[in-house]
């Protein structure tokens, strides 16, 4: 059909009826030529322009019918191992990592190497030093200048921000120390003004540093049915509400009475807790337990990896008791020899994952509530430790 402008209307009805037939003998050419009814796959595009091959669907739609079915039992798949219930093999190994990481500013490569080295490592949570009550009370920064935690605010910050944009699905501690024998006051663990001291922080680790969660670290609670220690846990629980993450560093039973294991003399007598007072602190709403299985005294490193299947076996059986969710996780030593307390050759990776692995074989079915273990830490982890912990942890 033309597009030209039309001519003006004639005055004569013969050209008009010429121009009407010739309307219908090209009508009467294309219906003779095409169907009545424009096929799916007819062509729309302009005269001259690419042409499709005409495409049988006889073939096709077996084929179209097959992807579909495999995308259908794929997502199937996926649907059911969400509601499974079924976790993932790899237990939920964490670090601690030191000022040297949240005091300092780092390249975004250099962040991405660490990140690189966890997700490597199987290293989900991370334990991230903020800072210590220091013996006046105040929170610590960097020694060698005022040592108060705002010289250092901005670089934790920054940290965090950094860490969770590089490794948005590990779980970031920030780890709060109380040494309780330091200062004029001598034994502290008992003074309400350092509770609320202690309370308070927490609560700004998470409201305004940013981190998932509190590691609280309270050094040394080496007696047995300490209420203090307990006192000051409610009240950090309190602090940051049911909601926030709250992890616990717990110490060994260093000289355990039911054990058939040597027991140092530098150690006094009630270094251990009984299991009615772990089982009070695992009551206490924490997320997390972390047991600091090192620093034994030990001299060997069969007494050494024995006194470490005590610690993972009697922890694993006091959770399945109390029928809770807390994670328990188990400190593995990797830090340079520090005596009388801590001989490297005796308490490293490599005997310390030995330790573990016996107590989970004599957990039985309570092994269950191990989470993993928690390397200290990364300041002193080398290629070499981390390919002793590949190879004596991670290697099935």
Known sequence: MSLERPPERATHTSKAR????????RTQQVTAVSPSRRPRNAQ????????LPKVDMKYIRPLLFGVAAFLFMGMLIVVVGLFSGTETVTPQNAIWIGSDWTYR???????????????????????????????DGTWTGIPSQRNRFDEVESDVKNFVTQFKAAYPEATLYGSVHFRVDIGPDGYRLNKEAYRVTVADFSRQVVDNLGFDGVMLVVEPVVGNNNTDFLDLVRRVRSAIGEDVLLALAVPPDWSPEDADIP?????????????????????????QLVVLAYNSYLKTASDYQNWMAYQVQTYATVIQE????????????AYQTALPAH??????????????????????????????????????????????????????
């Open 263 to 287: 027991k140092p003399f530098e150690l006094p007598t009630g270094t251990a807790w009984d299991t009615d007072y772990k089982k009070r602190v695992a009551l206490l709403r924490a997320d």
């Open 322 to 333: 109390l029928g809770i969710d807390t994670q328990i996780l188990v400190g593995l030593p």
């Open 105 to 135: 500013q780092h390249s975004d490569d250099e962040m991405n190497g660490l990140v690189n080295r966890l997700r490597d490592a199987k290293i989900g949570t991370v334990y991230a030093r903020v800072s210590e009550l220091n013996f």
């Open 44 to 51: 729309l595009a302009p005269k001259g322009a690419l042409r």
């Open 18 to 25: 010429e121009r009407i037939q010739k309307r219908k003998t």
């Open 343 to 396: 001989d490297a050759r005796v308490e490293n990776i490599e005997t310390g994952a030995n330790g573990v692995k016996m107590g989970l074989a004599r957990a039985g079915d309570a092994a269950s509530v191990i989470s993993g273990v928690a390397l200290y830490a990364l300041w002193d982890m080398t290629d070499i430790e981390w390919e002793l912990y590949k190879q004596h942890w991670l290697t099935p």
